[in-house]
């Protein structure tokens, strides 16, 4: 899948955490995220409770000792995360559908909601979760794995 300019997609917790911790296409999250600096249209989209998500995964990291990551480090990302130029949704108009579909899928009801935003937008679900990808492969729903979108340079 090609994400067209101006970039206009949801994306989940796993993909901005990418930001700040190295991991597998780490890359790619970083140049989803840089259109938002070089391209005024761009638009990446997230439910409500993105930040307690991300929040979450920090916490995990600066807890965990095998990582070299420290309060200051989560504190500084978070407050990084804070500042982007992201598009909030309320999770409260999401949540009726997002029952409907985490029965429909059996997804999560974190899952459920950004696969309702992204559907009322209709623009892609970009995430790492491969469980959520399996169970939504043969629906309706635009929900793509981030190691197979294939995203241009700014300004391109």
Do not use: W
Request: glycine content about 4%; overall charge neutral.
């Amino acid at each position: 899948m090609i994400l067209n300019t101006p970039i206009r997609c949801v994306v989940d917790a796993n993909i901005a955490i990418k930001l700040f911790i190295d991991q597998p296409d780490s890359d790619k999250a970083k140049l989803i995220f840089s259109h938002l600096d070089s391209d005024i249209n761009a638009s990446l989209f997230v439910p409500g409770f993105f930040f307690v998500e991300c929040t979450h995964v920090l916490l995990k990291y600066a807890r965990n000792k095998d990582y070299k990551y420290s309060n200051k480090d989560a504190k500084e990302h978070l407050e990084a995360l804070q500042l982007l130029r992201l598009q909030k949704s309320s999770t409260y108009g999401l949540v009726e559908d997002a029952l409907n579909v985490g029965f429909d899928l059996g997804t999560s009801a974190y899952d459920s909601c950004y696969i309702v935003l992204a559907n009322r937008l209709s623009v892609p679900l970009i995430t790492i979760d491969g469980g959520l990808i399996k169970k939504t492969k043969n629906s309706l729903y635009q929900v793509y794995s981030l190691k197979d979108v294939e995203i241009p340079e700014p300004g391109k």
